[in-house]
């Protein structure tokens, strides 16, 4: 399987510039140069960057300036702290995975469609000449299985346009059921072998998510530990709503996630794609040995197929590897990213 070279480990900044706010203030003071000084000592070679298109565009998709500034400030600390970006569009006008956001009429509606387009065409125009450390990332999870062939039309077509500005930058994409590893098979051809397929992992999401309140079927107060797996999270996993391929009825170890990537590496061997799975982690509510193990397991995976990632996510956002309850783990789960 190819790599997705330059980009084989990385953590996710998000809440800086999507999932937030979106305020000058909050863009000001949420990451600043000393996180990308601090991150300079994760031994990582790159960063993700959730962008909202709020930051880029007013509500009637009028450009604005000073999103790009901060674009282009993230891309000098990238270069001062030698960082390549992936640069990922979270939210478009007309759809987030987030239902909570109130965007809809992405898929069915041409003129959405459209503006997802011409932004992306800007950001080509803006960054593409940085194709030896930026990578598009053209939309974060699709939600929904029944807008797969659109979203394999709509993402072509958005390839297309990137490529008559940017023909050298690597474009990542992933398909239904939130960038699932199920979804691969079903995603378009690669256009051209700058292409690089996407998908996210928090499986089991039983674990990764446990008490999480935005789960539909979680209870807020279900704790596992991550080695009673199999005895306590069958059952609370049975009332999740969210898909979830991973199916828990044993003990999970690295064996297990080597076993549930094998599908993903068999369609990029097929296809001669580099694989990334752009977001993975373990929610704060998790005890901190818990997640250390979970995240060894999936790191040993990784590992074995070359598979380049992102942990999610550097700081706050209920994932938050920065955070002060991980400081006692903090030099053993750098090894593990």
Known sequence: MRKFLGYEKGINLGGWLSQCVHTVEHYESFITEKDFEELAGWGIDHVRIPVDYDLLEDERGVATDYGLDYLKRAVDWCDKYH???????????GYSFDSGEGESGFFSDPALQERFYKLWERLAEAFGKYSD???????????????????????????????????????????????????????????????????HCYEPLVFTHQGAYWVDGMPSDFRVKYGEIADKAPAVQEKLTQHSGFVVDKSINAETFVEFFAKAVKVAEERNVPLYCGEYGVIDLADVQS???????????????????????????????????????????????
């Not at 390549?84 to 478009?92: A, F, G, P, Q």
């Open 83 to 93: 960082f390549n970006m992936v640069l990922d569009l979270h939210k478009t006008a």
């Open 291 to 337: 997640t250390l193990n979970w995240y060894k397991d999936i790191h040993a995976a990784f590992a074995k197929y070359g598979i380049s990632r992102a942990a999610w996510s550097w700081k706050q956002m209920d994932f938050g590897l920065s955070d002060e309850r991980m400081e006692p783990a903090a030099e053993e789960i750098k090894k593990y990213l």
């Open 133 to 199: 450390r930026i990578a598009f990332e053209l939309l974060n999870e699709v939600v929904d299985q029944g807008d797969c062939a659109k979203w394999n039309e709509i993402s072509e077509k958005c390839v297309r346009r990137i490529r008559a500005i940017a023909p050298d930058t690597y474009i990542l994409f992933g398909g239904y059921w939130n960038n699932s590893v199920e979804a691969l098979p079903d995603l378009a051809l690669p256009y051209d072998d700058k292409i690089v397929y996407n998908f």
